[in-house]
């Protein structure tokens, strides 16, 4: 009997859980009408709102939402969810959970390259990305139904960013926070669990009217013209230039393959096009006068196959967005100067070399045969383009880079007229094999390589300049400035100011702000060697081997632009101003690389006057460079050596600028423990009593580091010796991509602005300076802010600006 009491208590309990089972799949299925009906009602009433009978106009009309209120964080590599919005490819694309930005990545991952990796929508589903727009049926109910854009757009509304000062913590703001990627089929999950996250993200909710422009956008099916095509003048030197670059000698296929590798990640402009009409220098399978068919290479230099291939220039269509935007312009003065650079000097180029990574990959062995002068000058005449490509890079988050260099420094340059080693072709081509970066990590943990073949072959190198270097004899300073590039009289590009903003950076022309720590002299095998390691041989989708060998020999390369910088100062200053540096870290270093060490002993400088030498130098180098003033204040300023709005302000104005300028010294001056609180960069509006003469200003924080080599070090984990070194920069433009906060401020109010930014000592100081003159991200007013930036910076900057991206705002 008691078998039968156990039988029946079982089957009683089995009937529980089938009656409990069916009940929960009939609430599942009550709850899934129900939510479907919820569903139907709103989009019902959505589209009951809209004026679906007249057709929106995307370039007139979405696209300026969306650059303004979208794309300006969903804009580059580091996209949330990679869903780039810079263009209606990069919509239809759609989403992916795979990060791009995976520092501790152990295998690479395939390159999702918008236009490049996959060419329709259809290849991008193959490779794990999924729609955020109806691909069903298309009907207004249906483009909002199935559009994930859409439903964050519409949770926003329903839900409007808090009126709070500060957002709450459940917002994640982090630049490595957890991934949240909603699919059509996890939408509804996702707007239960985060009710306020929808789209914009963080930021103040859009405007009827701009809400109402993408709704009413996606619900007709989000469409849009094809971009226009180029005007008959531009395209005749669309045809010129890409019958200059596939003529068929040896000699023209070599250099056009060195051009190609130095500006295959250019934003092209003509002389004469449009301010926003941008172009890229592709190879593709098809010549002039068909479709550019591009050949997708992971690197420039990689084998573009056994087919022939044709250098063409593609129509850049895309919005442009600061982070990425690196523009070179094309005319035919500069046709005629790769003319005088490379044809005019006589060589030979009896055999191409391969692409076979290894010896294809070293661009001194590969380019040989072309004059090293020629190759240095054509890096020379346009040095902020090629600084500024590992700086900001084709890549859109530099850290890996920018973890290695201090936050603030100048950049000059060897003199190639000089008799110097480093110019010296035989030199070089003999030192081909020592001079070879990291470019084969990519799914290779071998870390060992970096000290036993890159460091050895870097020590080698440095070992045959200081051979050379012994035999110089001493020289008087003035006569060693005939060393530092001038800028053969009129090139702003001889002198640099480089920015770092934690994991961001930007390139200044001119010696920007007061002397810094360290500068950076730099020749051409050393500017060659940036370029490739940084730019034409990184891969920002490969694992942790190929990012610590580039970070790594990084250090190299910077050790060697400093190392040359302290060549021109006393041999009794050297040591203790290098070790002064980077206090601890120097010691460390040395004892994995042991570096050649007489060049600290040879004298090959004399004649400095005072105990300071280091502070005499610069003053020495700014008076060498001092005829560039003039240029690089105005390419500061709005982008152009001739800018004319410096020299038609008006009186008021002037008067106004001279006032804030006095003011801004005050801020310029503070230092150390002061500077706890601020952002990286801040962009500062001065309102006067005519818009029109409204002034823009940026603080800029200058960090320092005695941990500036640490990998995986948080580098905002700084101890107070650190901090206590800490500078700020003033500048009279807006410098940087990632602004981390803005200020505005009458011109009445610019002295309190100053007096009370100098007094601050606190976070709770900083909170209230924030609250009189800041603006949150919470900020009704946050938008028109941000677009009055974005404005300025377009107006002075028609070619060279890009949206500023807004993914470092601070909430604070």
Same mark, same amino acid.
């Not at 920015?499 to 500017?527: K, M």
């Given at each position: 009997m008691k078998w039968l009491k156990i039988s029946n208590n079982v089957r009683a309990l089995v009937i529980l859980f089938i009656v409990l089972l069916l009940a929960a799949l009939v609430y599942k299925v009550y709850e899934s009408s129900r939510i479907a009906e919820s569903e139907r009602k709103t989009i019902a009433l959505e589209l009951a709102s809209l004026p679906l009978e007249q057709p929106v106009d995307y370039v007139q009309q979405v696209k300026p939402v969306l650059e303004r209120r979208c794309i300006v964080c969903h804009g580059c590599y580091d996209a949330p969810c990679q869903l780039k919005l810079s263009s209606i490819e990069g919509l239809q694309r759609g989403a992916s959970e795979i990060r791009v930005y995976e520092p501790r990545r152990i295998e690479s991952i395939p390159p999702t390259r918008l236009f490049v990796d996959a060419k329709s929508t259809q290849e991008w589903r193959s490779r794990g990305f999924y729609p955020v727009i109806n691909e069903t049926t298309q009907s207004p109910e249906n483009n909002l139904k199935n559009s994930t854009l859409y439903r964050l757009l519409h949770l926003k509304k329903l839900n409007p960013q808090p009126d709070v000062k500060k957002l709450p913590d459940s917002f994640t703001l982090k630049l490595d926070r957890e991934q949240t990627c909603p699919k059509p089929d996890s939408i509804n999950k996702y707007t239960k669990e985060h009710p306020l996250w929808g789209m914009p993200y963080a930021m103040p909710n859009l405007s009827t009217a701009e809400y109402q422009t993408l709704v009413t956008w996606i619900a007709q099916g989000s469409h849009t013209m094809a971009p226009p095509k180029?005007?008959?003048?531009?395209?005749?030197?669309?045809?010129?230039?890409?019958?200059? &670059?596939?003529?068929?000698?040896?000699?023209?296929?070599?250099?056009?393959?060195? @051009?190609?590798?130095?500006?295959?990640?250019?934003?092209?402009? &003509? /002389?004469?096009?449009?301010?926003?009409?941008?172009?890229?220098?592709?190879?593709?399978?098809?010549?002039?006068?068909?479709?550019?068919?591009?050949?997708?290479?992971?690197?420039?230099?990689?084998?573009?196959?056994?087919? *022939?291939?044709?250098?063409? @220039?593609?129509?850049?269509?895309?919005?442009?967005?600061?982070?990425?935007?690196?523009?070179?312009?094309? /005319?035919?003065?500069?046709?005629?100067? &790769?003319?005088?650079? &490379?044809?005019? *000097?006589?060589?030979?180029?009896?055999?191409? *070399?391969?692409?076979?990574?290894?010896?294809?990959?070293?661009?001194?062995?590969?380019?040989?045969?072309? *004059?090293?002068? /020629?190759?240095y000058r054509f890096m020379l005449d346009n040095a902020h383009f090629f600084i500024e490509g590992f700086i900001k890079g084709p890549v859109c988050r530099g850290q890996l880079a920018l973890n290695v260099i201090e936050d603030h420094f100048w950049v000059v340059f060897f003199n190639p007229d000089k008799p110097m080693i480093t110019n010296n072709g035989e030199f070089i081509e003999k030192m081909a094999d020592e001079l070879q970066v990291p470019a084969d990590f990519d799914n290779n943990l071998d870390l060992l390589r970096i000290w036993t073949d890159y460091w050895k072959g870097q020590r080698r190198y440095m070992e045959g300049k200081e051979a050379w270097f012994k035999t110089i004899g001493t020289h008087e300073i003035e006569h060693a400035m005939d060393y530092i590039w001038d800028g053969d009289g009129d090139n702003p590009n001889a002198a640099?100011?480089?920015?770092?903003?934690?994991? /961001?950076?930007?390139?200044?022309?001119?010696?920007?702000?007061?002397?810094?720590?360290?500068?950076?002299?730099?020749?051409?095998?050393?500017?060659?060697?940036?370029?490739?390691?940084?730019?034409?041989?990184f891969n920002i989708y490969g694992n942790i081997g190929h990012r610590m060998s580039t970070r790594i020999y990084m250090d190299f390369l910077r050790m060697e632009g400093e190392d040359s910088f302290l060549a021109f100062l006393p041999v009794n200053k050297r040591k203790a101003i290098r070790d002064k540096w980077y206090v601890g870290q120097r010691n460390s270093i040395e004892k994995l690389f042991s570096a050649p060490q007489e060049w600290l002993t040879t004298e090959s400088v004399k004649g400095y006057k005072t105990n300071d030498p280091q502070r005499e130098l610069y003053q020495i180098i700014k008076e060498r460079l001092k005829h560039l003033e003039k240029h690089t204040t105005a390419l500061n300023h709005c982008g152009s050596p001739g800018c004319k709005k410096l020299s038609i302000e008006s009186t008021v104005k002037r008067t106004a600028i001279k006032r804030v300028d006095n003011a801004m010294i005050k801020i310029a001056k503070l230092q150390g423990e002061q500077l706890h609180s601020f952002p990286d960069v801040a962009f500062v509006r001065v309102k006067a009593d005519n818009p029109e003469d409204d002034l823009t200003y940026s603080l800029i924080r200058n960090k320092a580091y005695k941990n500036v080599t640490s990998f995986l070090a948080d580098a905002h984990e700084r101890d107070r010796a650190d901090i206590g070194k800490d500078t700020m920069t003033v500048v009279k433009w807006l410098e940087g991509s990632y602004p981390n906060f803005f200020f505005s401020v009458a011109l009445s109010e610019i002295e309190e602005f100053s007096k009370r930014c100098a007094a601050i000592r606190t976070d709770k100081d900083y909170e209230k300076f924030v609250d009189q003159y800041g603006v949150r991200r919470t900020n009704p007013l946050f938008w028109e802010l941000a677009d009055w930036f974005q404005d300025n910076d377009r107006q002075r900057k028609p070619v060279l600006s890009g949206l500023f991206d807004l993914n470092r705002y601070q909430n604070r």
């Open positions: 180029p005007s008959l003048a531009i395209q005749a030197q669309i045809n010129q230039w890409e019958a200059f &670059f596939n003529q068929a000698p040896n000699k023209q296929k070599l250099v056009s393959r060195y @051009l190609y590798e130095h500006l295959f990640h250019a934003r092209i402009h &003509f /002389s004469g096009s449009g301010k926003r009409e941008f172009y890229r220098l592709v190879r593709s399978r098809t010549q002039t006068g068909e479709p550019i068919d591009e050949i997708a290479t992971l690197r420039p230099n990689d084998d573009p196959g056994d087919r *022939p291939f044709y250098y063409r @220039l593609l129509a850049y269509h895309s919005s442009i967005v600061a982070k990425n935007h690196i523009v070179y312009e094309f /005319s035919n003065k500069r046709m005629q100067r &790769f003319r005088d650079l &490379f044809f005019t *000097p006589e060589y030979n180029v009896p055999k191409l *070399p391969s692409y076979e990574r290894g010896e294809g990959s070293n661009p001194f062995k590969i380019y040989a045969a072309i *004059p090293a002068v /020629s190759r640099l100011t480089v920015f770092r903003h934690f994991d /961001s950076g930007s390139v200044a022309y001119g010696l920007v702000g007061s002397n810094p720590e360290t500068t950076w002299v730099i020749d051409f095998p050393l500017l060659e060697r940036i370029h490739y390691l940084l730019v034409a041989d």
